[in-house]
T-cell receptor, first 112, second 111 residues
Framework: DVKVTQSSRYLVKRTGEKVFLECVQD?????MFWYRQDPGLGLRLIYF???????EKGDIPEGYSVSREKKERFSLILESASTNQTSMYLC???????????FGPGTRLTVL | QKEVEQNSGPLSVPEGAIASLNCTYS??????FFWYRQYSGKSPELIMS????GDKEDGRFTAQLNKASQYVSLLIRDSQPSDSATYLC???????????FGPGTRLSVLP
């Protein structure tokens, strides 16, 4: 059974803190994605990676960075958290970039 | 900007009726199409994929694709209250390796 896990379901951080969101997949997928989802705005792509150490900016990369040191793990980093980064963060993976994506359970981040 | 459009809803149907969800896409190079269901507070889960023109059936769900009209739909027969969720349409395009989600349609099945 395919599985994508995320390090936390809920997270509360202070403005200015550095935040790490971790995502792990056990399907040997090449591609991994980070999205944020806000009411009325749908899913917005932050970054994606198509190989280890490779990354591409999505639609809203500002304020975020990513790291992919191992195939199964893709991390999203908020260098200095701000209140407008309060959101649901979803990680996904896929075998090829245009194939179905499998999602993790999501991390609801609140920045105070 | 490649786009996938959906009516945001809410679409309300009575229990037992057919729910019809529609989606249009702008990129003629799109090759693959997906329907995801997302319950409130949960992550999206894949329910159907379709790659060729025509219909594809899986249980109570039927996906329909018309590439000439750039139109994808999802029919849910015998709708149940447990089908109440937001349904996301997505398309994948090989050339630019793009995968685009629509904004989702909220479906409410009334008992």
């Amino acid at each position: 059974d395919v599985k994508v896990t995320q390090s936390s379901r809920y997270l509360v951080k202070r403005t200015g803190e550095k935040v790490f969101l971790e995502c792990v997949q056990d399907m040997d997928h090449e591609n991994m994605f980070w999205y944020r989802q806000d009411p009325g705005l749908g899913l917005r792509l932050i970054y994606f990676s198509y190989d280890v150490k490779m990354k591409e900016k999505g639609d809203i990369p500002e304020g975020y960075s990513v790291s992919r040191e191992k195939k199964e793990r893709f991390s999203l980093i908020l260098e200095s958290a701000s209140t407008n980064q309060t959101s649901m963060y979803l990680c996904a993976s896929s075998l090829i970039s245009v194939d179905e994506q499998f999602f993790g359970p999501g991390t609801r981040l609140t920045v105070l | 900007q490649k786009e996938v459009e959906q009516n945001s809803g809410p679409l309300s149907v009575p229990e037992g009726a057919i729910a019809s969800l529609n989606c249009t896409y702008s990129d003629r190079g799109s090759q693959s199409f997906f329907w995801y269901r997302q319950y409130s507070g949960k992550s999206p889960e894949l329910i159907m994929s379709i790659y060729s023109n025509g219909d594809k059936e899986d249980g109570r769900f039927t996906a329909q694709l018309n590439k000439a009209s750039q139109y994808v739909s999802l029919l849910i027969r015998d709708s149940q209250p447990s089908d109440s969720a937001t349904y996301l349409c997505a398309s994948g395009e090989n050339y630019g390796q793009n995968f685009v989600f629509g904004p989702g349609t909220r479906l409410s099945v009334l008992p």
